[in-house]
């Protein structure tokens, strides 16, 4: 941040939300920093999916889901 590094681990809180609640939240993401990538919305069906399997690039997962 502003050329500082951080050296820490992010703990896995994500796998403690809800579906429907890690949607909004990736969702508020895009939208607020990334916005000028066309993608469509992650829903809570696609987060419990995604969360079954192990991900190494999500761009392989959803192909048209950005430009």
Same mark, same amino acid.
């Given at each position: 941040?502003?050329?500082?590094?951080?050296?820490?681990?992010?703990?896995?809180?994500?796998?403690?939300?809800?579906?429907? &609640?890690?949607?909004?939240?990736? $969702?508020?993401?895009?939208?607020?920093?990334?916005s000028?990538?066309?993608?469509?919305?992650? &829903?809570?069906?696609e987060?419990? &999916?995604?969360?079954?399997?192990?991900?190494? $690039?999500?761009?392989?997962?959803?192909?048209?889901?950005?430009?």
């Amino acid at each position: 941040v502003d050329g500082q590094q951080f050296f820490g681990v992010m703990p896995a809180v994500g796998m403690q939300m809800e579906p429907a &609640t890690l949607a909004g939240l990736l $969702n508020y993401v895009l939208d607020n920093f990334a916005s000028s990538i066309e993608v469509e919305p992650y &829903t809570a069906g696609e987060v419990g &999916t995604l969360r079954k399997i192990e991900v190494n $690039n999500v761009k392989d997962l959803r192909p048209n889901g950005s430009n």
